[in-house]
């Protein structure tokens, strides 16, 4: 792939002082002395040193140890607030006091963060005894890494007397409250980039919230009015007190009518359904893009339902996130029963979680989905263009998905009018190789980076651990970060056993 910029300074530059589309980053360099970051001054955190992460005794443990958890106040008068829980890299370069702090994000809507913390790329999963195990696959061993129940009504963060938000951007209003909290009460994390993460339903999530800090640090520097799909902000929103570094989204869901137009299309071309079935699943699809287009929001999310079980029954697939599994993912609700499990839920009584008895932690909510139903199907492409113009974005896909997958994304990527769209178009898709062997192909110009995972499904870092990590890692350190990686190259066929997830295997053979 290609470095494009030079220099992490470049990224902050550009986002901070070009703001015009289509420039880029060398043109804006020359520059540099007039940059003014504030941040900098505040006190640095010195990482730990390099502790080899998994060298250790590999003890199944009981309790996580994040290094810090509890409620973020998100409105502090109507009394809702979100829980969160944070974990500091496990192994950093000790002269790096810039290292990135990774924020996950869980789709749905209504899925809690701390399933994707338990499952899909936290520091461990959940054993069947209810144990857990160290997942050396982890998007924290470099990098901080935060975990935020959202929107509120979700996990264990508190409703209070506000209502459930049931728009995007009263959503990204009341994560970003709970981010300004967590950035007041760590103040010396301030100065460190945040990367803001998610998947599924996250593909809409990600890029509100990250828009909303993009906008909101454009009205304190004063080019507001440079953004071409600004949305309006409310006059209460203060001024971001962390800075944003980029934003990667895993098996997305962003552009409903261009990725609902591919849908049928995905499903033959994987043989779940043939020609005749492909005719029925078109009509059905033809009518969510009506409905989509005329603005009938709810029924077109019912439709799109209807549309998404009619392949899955045809083609008997326990989930269409993974068309090789046998059953969904984690069938077996072990993140619900660990999160209910008693000695949990004494470690986090101190902090004001109620008993399991009078707030049961559920994966996803069901009244989070339904509140927000009507706005599953609206898009959030535009803002994806907005802040391609400011910083680097990773969309990363998993091959065996018949929901959210590759065709799907390349349909509304393909589409987004962007200042490097025709660079984007024209550029080479490069193999990304892992071990010897092509583990996706990755396609990168400008601030957008694309890649296809080889052989992984809809929950890419659950699937393969390793190549998860490789591939965050590589972004960051290149596309945001202007750093060198070469890791990926030097895997061994022991290290790939080691971090593998006996799960993914368990359920799909
Ligand atoms: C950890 O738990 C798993 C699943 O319950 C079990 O198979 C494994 O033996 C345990 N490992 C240790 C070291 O206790
Ligand atoms: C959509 O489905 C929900 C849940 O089944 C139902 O309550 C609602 O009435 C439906 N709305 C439309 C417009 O079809």
């Known amino acids: ?257 261009t990725q609902t137009a591919v849908q049928a299309q995905v499903a033959w071309g994987m043989g779940l359904i043939d020609s005749v079935q492909l005719k029925v699943a078109e009509q059905l699809q033809d009518q969510v893009i009506e409905l989509v287009r005329s603005r009938e929001w709810r029924a077109a999310r019912n439709m799109s339902d209807v549309l998404l079980a009619y392949i899955a029954t045809s083609s008997g697939s326990a989930t269409l996130e993974d068309v090789r599994r046998n059953t969904g993912y984690d069938s077996r609700n072990q993140v619900d029963a660990y999160l209910n499990s008693p000695h949990l839920r004494e470690l986090l009584a101190p902090s004001g979680v109620p008993p399991a008895s009078a707030l049961p932690w559920v994966s996803c909510s069901s009244e989070v989905d339904h509140i927000m139903g009507h706005d599953v199907m609206k898009s959030v492409k535009n803002l994806v263009a907005d802040l391609l113009d400011y910083m680097p974005v990773l969309l990363y896909q998993g091959q065996w998905d018949a929901e959210c997958g590759v065709g799907s994304n390349d349909a509304w990527i393909h589409t987004l009018q962007w200042h490097g769209h025709g660079g984007f178009t024209a550029a080479r898709r490069e193999f990304w190789r892992v071990n010897g062997r092509i583990a996706g192909y990755w396609k990168s110009y400008s601030t957008l980076d694309v890649l296809v995972l080889r052989n992984l499904g809809h929950m890419v870092p659950h699937d393969n651990p390793l190549i998860g990590q490789l591939m965050l890692e590589r972004w960051v350190e290149i596309a945001v970060r202007g750093l060198p990686y070469d890791r990926d190259a030097g895997v061994t066929p022991e290290e790939e056993e080691e971090y593998s997830n006996p799960d993914q295997a368990e359920h799909s053979t």
Request: proline share 5%; glycine share 10%; with cysteine.
């Open 1 to 257: 792939m290609v470095l494009r910029c030079i220099a992490s300074t470049c990224i902050l530059l550009f986002y901070f002082v070009c703001g015009l589309p289509g420039l880029r980053c060398d043109a804006a360099r020359a520059d540099e002395d007039k940059l003014f970051i504030g941040r900098k001054s505040i006190l640095r955190y010195k990482p730990a040193a390099a502790s080899s992460l998994g060298k250790g005794p590999k003890k199944n443990l009981t309790l996580p140890e994040p290094t810090s958890y509890g409620y973020l106040d998100v409105n502090a008068e109507k009394g809702s607030a979100m829980y969160y829980m944070y974990y500091e890299a496990q192994e950093a370069n000790s002269d790096d006091d810039d290292v990135p702090i990774v924020l996950w994000l869980q789709g749905g809507p209504g899925c809690s963060s701390f399933f994707g913390m338990l499952y899909i790329n936290g520091p461990y999963f959940v054993n069947d005894d209810l144990t857990l195990r160290r997942n050396l696959g982890t998007w924290n061993r470099i990098y901080g890494m935060l975990f935020i129940e959202q929107p509120v009504g979700v996990g264990f963060s508190k409703r209070g007397t506000a209502v459930i938000p049931d728009n995007e951007l009263s959503v990204a209003w009341d994560l970003y409250r709970a981010l300004q909290s967590f950035f007041r009460n760590n103040a010396h994390l301030q100065s460190r980039p945040l990367i803001i993460t998610g998947e599924s339903y996250a593909g809409k999530y990600v890029p509100s919230i990250s828009h909303f800090i993009l906008q909101a640090t454009a009205r304190a520097n004063g080019f507001e009015e440079r953004l071409r799909h600004p949305r309006k902000l409310s006059d209460k929103v203060e001024a971001p007190l962390f800075h944003l570094g980029g934003l990667a989204i895993g098996n997305g869901f962003t552009d409903a009518e």
